[in-house]
């Protein structure tokens, strides 16, 4: 079983635009047509049973038409994170039409919505409806990829909503903050309520960190992701594979156990 727990696709007709913007907007490669017939076609090549499609919208605008795309995508390998702006504001309908939709979650990118995480005045009461219908949040954490003035979103603001918000379950991607993680072992690690994805931090993290972070905050609350298609998932998972720190075991879980008890039980 392995489970890729951060994936991005578009609409087909949308999928090149949206990815060369992206791309273009952070100087980053890209692994991928971002469309749903690549991924599954690079799913089964792999071997990936299940992917995590994560959907942002930009700008309040954007999330109705993003969401009704991504309830209407019938696919059964895939699990569904939705969109909110947090300066949408209509969200507890929505959140509902997403719920009642088999929308397992909300993913939140502070750098392209242009919010910080931890405002109180613009994110809280977005937080505690999401709690209130029993969803998850997904954060990307850290930088883009490596770390700058300007970033929206970082381990010790995630480390403050989750001390305000006990109830609301969150996963912080980049293995809790790309090329931020002294800050991730020092907030994030051992959170009860936070979990973290490990897309992009291979190539960046000296094992020795890793596994200080990994065996603080327990492998069991991690999950293999790769961030297609701005990551690679054939290499993403030759990486996870030769980590060196776990067993067999703790690997397996990391792959894809983890997720499965978390997303499909």
Known sequence: MIIDAHTHIFPDKQAAFILKNTADLFGVPTFGLATTADLLMQMDESGVDYAVIHMVAPAPSNVRDTNTWL??????????????????????????????????????????????????????????????????????VGGEPLPGPDDRSKPDMIHRVAVDFPD?????????????????????????????????????????????????????????????????????????????FLTEEQSLDILGRNAYNFFLV
């Open 71 to 140: 309830i209407n995508l019938k696919q059964d390998r895939f699990i569904k994170f939705g969109t909110i702006h947090p300066h949408f504001k209509e969200f507890d309908d929505e959140l509902k039409r997403l719920s009642d939709n088999n929308v397992t979650g909300i993913k939140f990118q502070p750098d392209i919505q242009q919010f910080d995480p931890d405002d109180r005045s613009t994110t809280y009461a977005l937080y505690e409806a999401i709690a209130r219908h029993n969803m998850t949040v997904m954060f990307h």
């Open 168 to 244: 609301l379950i969150i996963i912080a991607a980049h293995l809790g903050g790309l090329n931020m993680w002294d800050d991730v072992y020092r907030f994030l690690a051992g959170m009860d309520n936070i979990y973290m994805e490990s897309s992009l931090s291979y190539p960046y993290i000296h094992p020795d960190l890793a596994e200080k972070i990994i065996t603080k905050h327990g492998h069991e609350k991690i999950f293999f992701g790769t961030d297609y298609p701005f990551g690679s998932i054939k290499k993403s998972l030759e990486a996870a594979r030769s980590v060196p």
